[in-house]
């Protein structure tokens, strides 16, 4: 936050009626803002931003309720000029297929933004009392910046009552909200969600844990966007064709040029010359993660979609870094979780090699660790990743792709404490035949060394990393300085775990 009291602009906010706008100002028109009548409008609930494919241009600020508005629009503006400039949202609805709740989301598409810019925003409808946000734009070019990420994070809230206590239902627990206020207090350009947001598919009531869900992030969201992968417990049973109907309508993410049952599931942004590519690896996977089994779902069209993003994000003379988000994992070393997926082996990683893919991000194991730079794989019936350095403290990811699994976003299921020692990996290779009383495909596990595995976090449950981008010099390299930080209470308290530094050269 450079440059903007947010504690200004939120007081603002609460004060009823405000008078905004800077006189003298011709761009900026002044609007009287009101606090709501007795006419019962459904307040602005769950602010959060998303970048569009060229983060330094665009972004996208949403919003959601459970009864219709009306013009639901964003007022744009900067901190100095006020409040200029009008985008009204479009509404995209899905009706819920357990409780038959129809959620509405008000997405206010921001384009023509200034490269590296603060913003101030206010999202409203009609009787609805603004709710204030700010968005900084990605700088252009090479320039330096903080991105943020985690995997797996649930709600910090009650959501089921069980006898005559609440409990929580979604794999939530307190540090749900302890990692949003260390993320936000690192203050990073944008954070990744790397799949298994909220666990709605767990939980008695759906709309709720996704309304608790965007409520305990919004304190972030509305500042940064939290741009998201969806992961297997974004699959929800009824939801759209193929499940991820509710995570297709809260986000408004970068179109990649698939139909409208695959909208969001696969994009790619561009923030400096980092190009961040986003998957679903449901498609590909062979484990039976959801509430339905999708595997295969897209027919190859992600597949096809990847290999042409890679291949244009490789040619790119303005891109030095390739960072993939995606959930479920091509690397794990512990035992009873998951374990690594052949499917993903199989499809993607012959494509990150062949195009140089620096970092993939991902979840689904709840906890921290990270692989040695892989390219290629032993002709074998797991495809072992070829680690081709052991160095741990500096990386160069020219000479293959670092995977970090960062799975401890604040489940009450850690998986920290499950390391094979030494390590090895169980990769799901295929899935049985299902079983009629659950209906569930049991995973066929596999077992091999894990040459590829360079540091475990079995100390910690929770947590996330930050990448600090360094353009480097012209001819020289490029780094990101990467730090993995343990969540170890609330007010945002972090202990950095492990730092290392990626480096490759620079482009131009
Ligand atoms: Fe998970
Ligand atoms: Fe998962």
Redesign the pocket.
């Known amino acids: 936050m450079s440059g903007i009291s947010r504690r200004g602009l939120l007081a603002a906010g609460a004060g009823g009626a405000v008078l905004l706008g800077t006189p003298g100002v011709a761009a900026a028109s002044p609007e009287l803002w009101r606090r709501p009548g007795a006419l019962g409008a459904p307040p602005v609930s769950g602010l959060h931003l998303q970048f569009g494919s060229d983060a330094s241009r665009e972004a996208v600020v949403s919003w959601h309720s459970t009864a219709s508005v009306a013009r639901p629009r964003v007022l744009l503006g900067t901190p100095d000029g006020g409040f200029g400039r009008t985008v009204e949202a479009e509404t995209t609805t899905y009706r819920d297929a357990k409780s038959g709740t129809e959620v509405q989301v008000h997405h206010a598409r921001l384009t023509g933004l200034r490269p590296d810019t603060d913003y101030v925003y206010a999202a409203q409808h009609e009787g609805a009392a603004p709710e204030l946000g700010t968005v900084r734009t990605a700088p252009r070019g090479r320039a330096p910046f903080r991105f943020t990420s985690f995997g ?1 994070q649930g709600t910090p809230t009650l959501g089921k009552l069980s006898g005559t206590t609440y409990v929580n239902d979604n794999l939530g627990s307190p540090f749900a909200g302890d990692v949003t206020a260390a993320v936000e207090g690192a203050a990073p350009l944008f954070h990744l969600v790397n ?2 947001l909220c666990y709605a598919n767990l939980a008695t009531d759906r709309v709720r844990t996704w309304s608790d869900w965007f409520e305990n992030n919004s304190r972030s969201a509305r500042y940064r966007p939290w741009m998201p992968a969806a ?3 974004e699959n929800e049973l009824g939801n759209g064709p193929i499940g991820y109907g509710a995570y297709q309508a809260y986000f408004s993410l970068p179109a990649s040029d698939s139909d409208p049952e695959t909208r969001g599931l696969w994009y790619a942004f561009t923030a400096g010359s980092v190009r961040v590519i986003s998957v679903n690896n449901d498609d590909v996977a062979y484990q039976d ?1 959801g509430n339905s089994y999708v595997h295969g779902y897209s027919g190859g069209a992600q597949r096809r979609w990847l290999e042409a993003e890679l291949s244009r994000s490789r040619s790119d003379p303005g891109i030095d870094w390739v960072v993939v988000c995606m ?2 994992v091509v690397v794990s070393t512990v035992d009873k979780f ?1 374990g690594a997926d052949l499917g993903i082996r199989e499809s993607w990683v012959p494509l990150f090699d062949k195009y140089g893919v620096d970092l993939v991000v991902c ?2 194991e709840h906890h921290y660790e990270r692989s040695h730079p892989i390219r290629g794989q032993q002709p074998n019936d797991t495809r072992t990743p070829i680690p081709t350095d052991t160095r741990t403290d500096v990386v160069d990811t020219s000479r293959g792709t670092v995977h970090m699994v960062i799975g401890g976003g604040g489940t009450s299921a850690p998986s920290n404490k499950l390391f094979f020692a030494p390590a090895q990996c169980r990769v799901i290779t295929g899935v049985g035949a299902a079983d009629p009383s659950t209906g569930k495909r049991p995973p066929i596990y596999v077992m091999e060394d894990a040459p590829w595995s360079a540091f475990r976090d079995p100390d910690h449950a929770y947590g996330f990393a930050s990448f600090d981008v360094d353009p480097g010099k012209p001819g020289g390299h490029t780094t990101m300085a990467v730090t993995y930080h343990a969540v170890t209470g609330p007010y945002g308290a972090t202990v950095p775990v492990d730092q290392f530094t990626l480096t490759r050269p620079r482009r131009g």
Do not use: E, V
């Open positions: 797996d799949g298994d992961g297997n417990h993660g959930h479920q998951n979840g689904h």
